[in-house]
């Protein structure tokens, strides 16, 4: 029977260092059989993980979840925050959890390797390869439980029955709402609330959103500075109004200058990161016949496994 772990490392953004390598490591096994992997199964994982008493410590503040969430995760299809429903999933997480602001990021093709998540996978892979004999998917739990992954607390859970991640689906998500609450764009995915207060509650990280405010309320996505680095957003925002911020997504080299320009809503403005969202952009938000149109958006599944970073701030 094959066994599919799904890896989670969760950040304590007050932790001192740098290097991303600290933090907590969940790692939820699956067997292979009955795994559809869509990013429903890993929006379980994290109800799990924000429900276990563990995690209280970094998830938690004032016995709240924390108001803002920064997931970075693969790029592989079952995440990737330009699928629509990867997006509509992502949005169920946001309003499950009442955030005021997650941000979902993913790295670019060919940079999985600075992916922390990785490495810790290249050491539980290892550790698998050593053992000879067939375990039970409960029995490898107990190894991998038994000893630090490069130096993190690890917790694993063996799963084999299908979760829905709170409880029920809520599918509310219209293109309405993604247009008033999220800004895409290739490699990242922003949600926050909006200001209407029949649709969205109180903020509670005041002066962050304050800060994000003064801009156009999103973090920047990937953006390159005049030396080639890339920057990180939240200096992006707060020195925006001294640098030569790019436009969005203007920095990847996948899209060209001629397609960018069409990324570009030519009436509004709003950036979208396919010639196929901005089609229903423009179907929804500018054609006068689809105007009144509040259409849901179907889920469906996909497949693949995913490791995640979370940090809660
Ligand atoms: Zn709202
Ligand atoms: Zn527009």
Redesign the pocket.
């Known amino acids: 029977m094959k066994l599919i772990p799904f890896v989670y490392l969760t950040i304590d953004p007050t932790d001192s260092s740098n290097t991303l390598r600290t933090g907590k490591l969940s790692i939820f096994i699956r067997p292979e059989y009955f795994i559809g992997t869509s990013l429903e199964t890993h929006i379980a994982d994290l109800e799990s993980i924000v429900s276990n008493e563990e995690f209280f410590t970094i998830i938690k503040k004032d016995d709240e979840v924390k108001p803002i969430w920064i997931l970075l995760v693969d790029g592989g299809p079952d995440e990737n925050p330009k699928h629509m429903k990867n997006i509509i999933q992502y949005a169920h997480l946001f309003r499950a959890l009442n955030l005021d602001y997650l941000t979902v990021r993913t790295h670019a093709p060919g940079q999985s390797a600075y992916n922390p998540v990785e490495r810790d996978m290249t050491s539980l892979s290892a550790k698998l390869a050593s053992i000879t004999l067939p375990f039970s998917g409960k029995r490898l739990c107990d190894i991998w439980r038994r000893d630090d992954i490069h130096g993190k607390p690890v917790t694993v859970k063996y799963i084999d029955k299908e979760i829905i991640p709170f409880n029920e689906f809520d599918s509310s998500t219209s293109w309405e709402w993604i247009e ?2 999220a800004q895409i764009c290739r490699y990242s995915l922003d949600i926050k ?2 200001k ?1 207060r029949e ?2 509650s109180e903020n509670r990280a005041t002066d962050a959103m304050l800060l994000l405010d003064e801009n156009d309320g999103f973090l920047f996505p990937i953006t390159k500075g005049k030396d080639g680095h890339f920057i990180n957003p939240i200096h992006t925002l707060q020195y925006y109004d001294k640098l030569k911020i790019l436009l969005y997504d203007r920095c990847c080299p996948s899209i060209s200058q001629e397609l960018h320009q069409q990324l570009y809503c030519n009436i509004c403005g709003k950036y979208f990161p396919t010639l196929k969202f901005m089609k229903e952009h423009k179907r929804n938000v500018h054609s006068k016949r689809h105007s009144q149109n509040n259409k849901q958006l179907k889920r469906t599944h996909n497949e693949t496994e995913l490791e995640c970073v979370v940090i809660p701030f």
Do not use: A, Q
Request: charged content about 15%.
């Open positions: 008033n609450h609330k909006c209407n649709c969205c």
